[in-house]
């Protein structure tokens, strides 16, 4: 069956260090997405791509960069992680056409102290 | 303004009643909205999507949307403990992206 693989489910790192989230996906979907959810936030979107080669900014994008060199990955790396990106993060992926459903990750839990 | 607002919660329901769930968009040129149930520490799935105004009926679970007011609710029938959960609206903006409403949290009481 087809899905989205998240790698590690949890973390716990250090202010300052650099930190890359995997997101795998095996639905063959050309879109993909990285959101944060925080308590009173919801989810909010990182960082998108519509496929290979292809990045783009969402709503709260400092801090995170993603690169595109396949279908199936989109890992988030944190360039120097801050106590504010302590977050859940989920990756998600969607159709290139038709119904605009997004299927998400398990999600990672990071933690910066 | 934000995009999606729904309401606040948490919203307590004895088993067996109706939960009524309610979120409002600011894009009146909205067309897609999705209803997505998230378990606590587990991640977002869909449990239903609306496009047409009216109501969509899936089982349980009842989709209304009225674009006049930019309004979309979900009701759960007989709600059972399995729904305890936060629901989350998202309406579609553009090129294939979503905006999520923060959530409001079920609890079903037995």
């Known amino acids: 069956d087809a899905e989205i693989t998240q790698s590690p489910r949890h973390k716990i790192t250090e202010t300052g260090r650099q930190v890359t989230l995997a997101c795998h996906q095996t639905?063959?979907?050309?879109?993909m997405f990285w959101y944060r959810q925080d308590l009173g936030h919801g989810l909010r979107l990182i960082h998108y791509s519509y496929g290979v080669q292809d990045t783009n900014k969402g709503e709260v994008s400092d801090g995170y960069s993603v690169s595109r060199s396949n279908t199936e990955d989109l890992p988030l790396t944190l360039e120097s992680a801050a106590s504010s990106q302590t977050s859940v993060y989920f990756c998600a992926s969607s159709e290139a056409s038709g119904a605009y459903e997004q299927f998400f990750g398990p999600g990672t839990r990071l933690t910066v102290l | 303004q934000k995009e999606v607002e729904q309401n606040s919660g948490p919203l307590s329901v004895p088993e067996g009643a109706i939960a009524s769930l309610n979120c409002t968009y600011s894009d009146r040129g909205s067309q897609s909205f999705f209803w997505y149930r998230q378990y606590s520490g587990k991640s977002p799935e869909l449990i239903m999507f609306?496009?047409?105004?009216g109501d969509k009926e899936d089982g349980r679970f009842t989709a209304q949307l009225n674009k006049a007011s930019q309004y979309v609710s979900l009701l759960i029938r007989d709600s059972q403990p399995s729904d305890s959960a936060t629901y989350l609206c998202a309406v579609y903006l553009n090129d294939y992206k979503l905006s999520f409403g923060a959530g409001t949290t079920v609890t079903v009481r037995a």
């Open positions: 609306i496009y047409s105004n």
């Open positions: 639905w063959n979907h050309n879109n």
